[in-house]
């Protein structure tokens, strides 16, 4: 994909893996719709990369579950860019609990987040990048996944959010088969354990698993993997070592990896 004059929609720009993927694809050279609930710390990010990038920045703030914000969100990239080259569903949230002290409510937030929304806007998306695909085929226009490495193997007190996961993870499958001939390419990223603010504004945390002490990866890291894998059209990444071990293990060995998780509970 080329991401220099490319349209982007990023949603979750306001903090950890997408304000530093903010920052990385203004580099490249992208024109960015950023969306995020904090309107404060958009505004600081855009006029970051504004003081040094000669890239356009417009910025919707709102929650991405509301589907007012969504359609503000394909609005601005049709009146100030013209239409979208990417989409990336970045926006998410947490939380660790036992599967039976899960409420439905916790559940309920955590699809509505990770997965419903993601789904909803990239139909709204779809028909912009179908036209740059049609416009420019040489762009390569792109719908970009956030997943995470719950989102392949289940993992004690990760169940609700991993379940969300393991839905976009579906959904990335599902359609990257649907838009091949269309010309749109489908990136699916599993990050592990990340230096971002995701632990501190876990939706709930009534427990956490006996997990043995991992080297977090840095934010801009897994920025500059994903704009990387963008370039090169890749299909899935999974941006941490441990969970490239982790996907082995549970594709290879699937009963012994259950005894590995079980310790973790």
């Known amino acids: 994909m080329i991401l220099k004059n490319s349209r982007i929609l990023l949603t979750g720009a306001s ?10 694809l203004a ?24 003081r ?27 009146e100030n860019l013209g239409g979208l080259d990417a989409l990336v569903n970045n926006a998410g949230v947490g939380a660790t609990a ?15 987040v990770n997965y419903f929304s993601a789904l909803s806007l990239t139909r709204s998306a779809i028909p912009l990048l179908r036209s740059s695909a049609s416009d420019n085929p040489a762009r390569a226009p792109m ?14 007190h990760y169940g609700a959010y991993g379940a969300a996961k393991f839905a976009v993870a579906g959904l990335s499958e599902s359609l990257r088969a649907e838009l091949l001939c269309d ?33 977090m990866v840095s934010s801009e890291s897994v920025a500059e993997k994903i ?26 060995f699937p009963g012994l990896t259950d005894r590995i998780m079980s310790w973790y509970k």
């Open 227 to 252: 704009a990387a894998a963008m370039k090169r059209r890749k299909k899935r990444i999974i941006p941490y070592f441990q969970g490239k071990i982790l996907n082995i293990l549970s594709r290879a």
């Open 27 to 50: 580099r490249e050279g992208a024109d960015l719709v950023l969306t995020a609930r904090r309107e404060h710390l958009l505004a600081e990010l855009k006029e970051e990369i504004q």
């Open 52 to 78: 040094t990038k000669n890239v356009q920045v417009f910025c919707v703030p709102g929650d991405i579950t509301d589907s007012a914000v969504q359609k503000r969100c394909i609005e601005t990239a049709c």
């Open 98 to 112: 036992l599967i039976e002290a899960t409420g439905d409510e916790l559940v309920r937030r955590l699809m509505e």
């Open 143 to 156: 719908i970009v996944f956030l997943s995470s490495v719950v989102g392949f193997r289940g993992v004690p």
């Open 15 to 24: 903090s950890g893996i997408g304000r530093s993927l903010a920052m990385t």
């Open 183 to 215: 010309g749109i390419d489908v990136l699916l990223v599993s990050p592990g354990t990340t230096k971002t603010e995701f632990f501190d504004v876990l939706l709930e945390s009534s427990s956490k698993p006996n997990m043995p002490n991992h080297n």
